[in-house]
């Protein structure tokens, strides 16, 4: 008698699967439009250290997350 081996159910998240790039680039574009929003604002309220620490950190921020989707495909 033949042996019956469990074979995974590949189409059970299918449209899942679909979606979650798509839903990756949504968020993703809020966040870098709330990043430059931000940025603005700050650039505009004058030279001061806690706004030049505010954009270091952001730029380091989204360099990181560019690198980690770069990376991650």
Same mark, same amino acid.
């Given at each position: 008698m033949a042996e019956l081996t469990a074979t995974p159910v590949l189409a059970e998240d299918a449209l899942l699967g @679909? @979606?979650?790039p798509f839903?990756? @680039?949504v968020i993703g574009a809020f966040v870098v439009i709330v990043l430059v929003l931000s940025i603005g604002r700050l650039a505009r309220r004058g030279p001061s250290?806690? /706004? /030049?620490?505010l954009l270091v950190t952001a730029a380091a921020i989204a360099g990181l997350a560019t690198i980690g989707v770069l990376l991650q495909g």
């Open positions: @679909l @979606l979650l839903w990756q @680039l250290r806690m /706004t /030049t620490a």
